[in-house]
């Protein structure tokens, strides 16, 4: 006699990326569901949706443990990851599950390009994990994206270009370098997208970068509400420039660092210790628990039934100041929407930079200079010109 398990959808946790879903005039969020959708499979079966081959998503240990134990079954696919639980009518766990078990996966990123391409900052000041759960350890997510909230501007704190803040009461994005509110933002639609308030999970021991010169002494305050955990403070005549903060033995959780120094410097981040949960070589943990309190997140509801929750991590695309690199240059009619760089390098004869950034995709932008149409950059090769963000594209035989 067969024996049969039936299996059913536990959860799915979709990875979505702008670069690939984004067209110019068309902004994948701006979609209906339904035309969301139908972009997704139109890439999909063009073989033109390749993000999940750059990501490898893995349970830990205790993790894999639970899966066999509880008779879930975990794959990759190629839009993300899917869990399926067996199950009886209902539909209900086929094995009683305990509602604040967790499972954990660990995130790894496989090419350097997809940072590139990404909007994530590219210099943080410690070297900390996204974190995604649908747990309420972080605040403020809108189902179905598990990204924490944007965050109110911080005075002083330096937000690197592409940065999101609500800033004057809105949500917006630095466009360049900058640690003021007065200048160097615009206002963004809030896609709910990872951000730096998702990069929070650290060891109780990490590593931190003053990103700031002249900073002679400073004290890191570890603090839970208004309750000081612990303090660790650093000194040096010549400058501080890396520093190694050690809280041990703090307990696993959510906490404040506090950072005052010299100069004026002061600094306030959300950061999560576990040291069972940090992975070094990662690039985030994913982490879901069967039933937290907000019902919209829950796998499971309070009466014992599969929700078959359909999650999203939204990576948004980096925009950036685009820069040609001309080997071949005649005296080109005036574009005001660029500017020249100088000095030229050797062996070039004209560098130009937009005055705008564009959002790299993987859809073609119409960019011209003057009369002529402007090929896109890949988005692999990055750049800085002041404080600003670049992409490279070098042109050998194209003539202004």
């Known amino acids: 006699m067969a024996f049969q398990i039936t299996y059913t959808r536990l959860a799915v946790v979709n990875m979505l990326h702008n670069f690939y879903l984004d067209k110019e005039g068309s902004a994948y969020y701006s979609l209906s569901q339904d035309d969301q959708q139908l972009r997704l499979t139109d890439l999909l079966s063009d073989n033109r949706y390749d993000l999940m081959n750059n990501i490898l998503i893995t349970p830990f240990p205790a993790t894999e443990k639970i899966l066999k134990g509880q008779k879930i079954v975990y794959r990759q696919t190629?839009?993300?990851i899917v869990l399926g639980i067996a199950s009886s009518p209902g539909p209900k766990p086929a094995i009683?599950?305990?509602?604040?078990l967790r499972l954990q996966f660990i995130i790894k990123l496989k090419q350097a390009a997809l940072i590139s391409r990404s909007n994530l900052r590219i210099n943080p000041v410690f070297p900390a994990c996204y974190y995604f759960t649908n747990d309420n350890i972080t605040t403020g997510k809108t189902f179905p994206s598990l990204s924490a909230s944007v965050k109110n501007f911080t005075d002083g704190r330096i937000y690197e270009m592409g940065e999101w803040a609500i800033v004057n009461g809105n949500v917006s994005q630095a466009i360049t370098r900058t640690s003021t509110a007065a200048t160097g933002w615009v206002t963004t639609n809030d896609v709910h997208g990872i951000n730096e308030y998702d990069r929070i999970l650290l060891p109780t021991k990490f590593s931190y970068t003053f990103e700031q010169a002249g900073i002679t002494q400073a004290t890191f305050k570890l603090m839970k509400g208004a309750v000081e955990i612990k303090n660790v403070s650093f000194n040096n005549a010549d400058g501080l420039q890396n520093v190694t903060p050690d809280f041990t033995p703090a307990p696993d959780d959510v906490y404040t660092l506090v950072i005052t120094g010299s100069n004026n410097y002061n600094r306030?981040?959300?950061?999560?210790?576990?040291?069972?949960?940090?992975?070094?070589?990662?690039w985030g943990v994913l982490d879901l628990v069967i039933q937290p309190a907000n019902p919209a997140f829950q796998l499971i509801d309070a009466g014992g039934l599969l929700t078959s929750p359909a999650f999203e991590l939204r990576f948004t695309s980096r925009a950036t100041y685009w820069k040609y690199y001309l080997q071949k240059g005649d005296p080109p009619a005036v574009d005001l929407n660029w500017n020249d760089v100088l000095p030229v390098?050797?062996?070039m004869k004209k560098v130009i930079i937009s005055k705008e950034p564009y959002t790299l995709m993987q859809a073609y932008r119409k960019v011209n200079y003057a009369t002529i149409s402007l090929p896109n950059p890949e988005g692999d090769l990055l750049s800085r010109q002041g404080d600003l963000i670049c992409s490279e594209i070098l042109l050998p035989k194209l003539k202004l």
Do not use: F, H, K, S
């Open 78 to 80: 190629a839009t993300g």
């Open 268 to 282: 306030q981040y959300t950061v999560y210790l576990n040291n069972q949960l940090y992975q070094r070589d990662a």
């Open 345 to 347: 390098p050797p062996g």
């Open 96 to 100: 009683p599950i305990n509602a604040e």
